[in-house]
């Protein structure tokens, strides 16, 4: 697929090393959502979310899609292919991540 980025598992713990990000991960494992949704659901201000969420998409794991005056972020499909089938678990190869069993 042209334009596809490929998954580089260092870049992406890097990107998971901080609890906010799971915690954005967590949520957009159910499907895409606004920058707003994600703010109001996870308490966090405009400001830190998109901060967080540039960071996951730089690192390859997001996608993003303009709608109007709304960003629509989603799992990037590489970053997907790591998810088990229930996508309670993230499968790097050298690690694993359990998000049914991390921190709110």
Same mark, same amino acid.
């Given at each position: 697929?042209?334009?596809?980025?490929?998954?580089?598992?260092?870049?992406?713990?890097?990107? %998971?090393? +901080?609890?906010?990000?799971?915690?954005?991960? @967590?949520?957009?494992?159910?499907? *895409?959502?606004?920058?707003?949704? #994600?703010?109001?659901?996870?308490?966090?201000?405009?400001?830190?979310?998109?901060?967080?969420?540039?960071?996951?998409?730089?690192?390859? %794991?997001? +996608?993003?899609?303009?709608?109007?005056?709304? @960003?629509?972020?989603?799992?990037? *499909?590489?970053?997907?292919?790591? #998810?088990?089938?229930?996508?309670?678990?993230?499968?790097?190869?050298?690690?694993?991540?359990?998000?049914?069993?991390?921190?709110?």
């Amino acid at each position: 697929m042209p334009g596809r980025k490929s998954f580089d598992c260092l870049s992406a713990m890097r990107a %998971l090393g +901080e609890p906010t990000r799971l915690r954005l991960v @967590r949520q957009l494992i159910a499907g *895409a959502k606004p920058v707003t949704e #994600l703010c109001d659901t996870l308490h966090v201000t405009p400001y830190n979310v998109s901060k967080h969420l540039r960071v996951l998409k730089e690192a390859g %794991l997001l +996608e993003v899609e303009k709608q109007g005056q709304q @960003r629509i972020y989603a799992l990037a *499909a590489a970053f997907r292919e790591k #998810l088990s089938n229930n996508a309670k678990t993230l499968d790097l190869g050298c690690c694993q991540f359990h998000f049914d069993k991390l921190p709110e």
